[in-house]
């Protein structure tokens, strides 16, 4: 999607050729062009990870019967379509986060390429340790959501079933499953999680009973098996929402990193944690620690990421209401005519329309959209001139991260000058509107309405 560009104050080749002279190194001796771009363009990205500045207008044209859930961010499921006009599509891989990485770690910038690094790591070091935190990052965050099957269902007379398993895709957790009987023998119910117990206090027959399940259960039965609070008595579907895992990496194909690209810099900083983990000389446990700090802060703020602020459907405003929400307070909203009409958040980046049309219908998503990269030189970086500052700050930061010792310690002080003016650009922004928390809430409404994680207490 063409992105809109406000601001002409500094172009790009500006604002490396600023880095550069911070740097003490207009030559570009010992940090190339090419990588100062790289550590500006992370620091925008982080910068929209943290203010949720590009706020965009997505427009499709949608059809609930043709494909019921739709993806803003990727074109992986192919059970959620391609949407690659959307302002959050997409487009780093494996490669990009190998290169940046590469250069903090003084190694030859060959991303997914033959190896031509030092002995202290090796390409599979990078594909391993970025394969490891990604799939953390989909469990932990959930950006990864969609439907997983069309012909997936439970056996007649049974009340468990196991969850395919192969190396190109895993299920990671499981957020919604309606049970959908086949034609002409009962209607579409959506399941209520439950647990063993729930079955054994309140259905104790379950065990006997035959009929549509209303209930599932993923804690009393096996790894990958799903229980449920009866037996099947038809033939069925199991319509399923589920985290998915990526594939194996195999360079020097490129792989998806399936979040979006705004928050790419979580996985860099995670995979470096292991790599400066690893026996040997290439250990560095005081940058490992940092990095690990990097990785953790950035899993935790994408848990509650906002991503969707407002919508209309035919260009009336219409309410975004998660999908624990519709299925509560709107039950089978999928196959009631008259249900509340909305757009329902599957998961990040996921939505469908509430109620399921056959017709095609004009949706207006309002999304905050990936921070524009400048393309070429002359291209404007597109933040306002107050931010230019701290932008350069976290630039210079991550480029004194090669350095290590004293020069990378002393420069936390410009990582904090970064925070400190999100922390301002947000309390501000607050008070800027009527309903600035309502469109920009602290906690996501999924998970208000169905957490995953237990709140921890305050130590």
Not at 89 to 100: M, W
Request: contains cysteine; proline residues 6%.
């Amino acid at each position: 999607m063409a992105q809109n560009n406000p601001y002409a104050y500094q172009t790009s080749l500006q604002a490396e050729q600023a880095l550069a002279l911070r740097l003490n190194d207009t030559g570009n001796v010992h940090w190339l062009k090419a990588e100062l771009n790289l550590y500006i363009a992370e620091a925008l990205r982080a910068w929209n990870t943290l203010t949720q500045t590009w706020i965009q207008d997505f427009t499709a044209t949608y059809t609930s019967s043709a494909l019921p859930w739709q993806s803003t961010g990727n074109s992986q499921n192919s059970f959620v379509g391609s949407n690659p006009t959307s302002p959050r599509y997409q487009t780093l891989n494996d490669a990009y986060c190998y290169t940046i990485a590469q250069y903090h770690l003084l190694e030859n910038p060959t991303g997914n390429g033959t190896w031509t690094g030092t002995p202290q790591f090796s390409l599979a070091d990078f594909t391993q340790a970025l394969q490891r935190r990604r799939d953390a990052i989909l469990q932990l965050t959930g950006c990864n959501i969609g439907p997983f099957a069309t012909n997936f269902g439970l056996p007649a007379s049974t009340n468990r079933v196991q969850l395919p398993d192969s190396t190109a895709q895993s299920i990671l957790d499981l957020r919604r499953i309606r049970f959908l009987p086949a034609a002409g023998l009962g209607s579409p119910s959506t399941l209520f999680r439950e647990d063993g117990m729930a079955f054994e206090y309140f259905e104790n027959a379950y065990e006997q009973s035959y009929g549509t399940p209303m209930g599932w259960d993923v804690l009393a039965g096996p790894p990958l098996f799903i229980t449920f609070d009866a037996l099947a008595s038809a033939p069925n579907t199991l319509d399923i929402l589920a985290m998915l895992s990526g594939g194996i990496i195999t360079p020097p194909t490129a792989s998806p990193l399936l979040i979006p690209d705004d928050w790419y810099w979580v996985m860099k900083w995670g995979m470096m944690a292991d790599l400066l983990s690893k026996e040997s000389e290439s250990m560095d446990l005081a940058r490992a620690a940092y990095c690990e700090q990097r990785f953790r802060d950035g899993v935790q703020a994408m848990i509650e990421m906002p991503w969707l602020t407002q919508a209309r459907i035919n260009n009336v405003p219409c309410d975004t209401y998660s999908v624990a929400e519709a299925d509560t307070f709107d039950y089978e909203w999928q196959s009631n005519p008259t249900a509340q009409i909305g757009i329902v958040r599957g998961g990040i980046d996921l939505f469908a329309v509430s109620p399921t049309i056959t017709a095609s219908t004009g949706v207006v998503l309002s999304l905050v959209g990936n921070a524009p990269i400048p393309a070429t030189d002359g291209a404007y970086v597109q933040v306002s001139r107050d931010v230019l500052d701290v932008i350069l700050d976290e630039a210079q930061h991550l480029a004194l991260f090669k350095h290590g010792g004293a020069e990378f310690q002393q420069s936390l002080a410009l990582h904090q000058n970064f925070i400190r003016a999100a922390v301002d650009t947000n309390s501000r922004l607050k008070e800027s509107g009527i309903f600035a928390s309502t469109l920009r809430p602290p906690i996501s409404r999924q998970s208000e309405a169905d957490p995953r994680f237990a709140l921890q207490e305050t130590q």
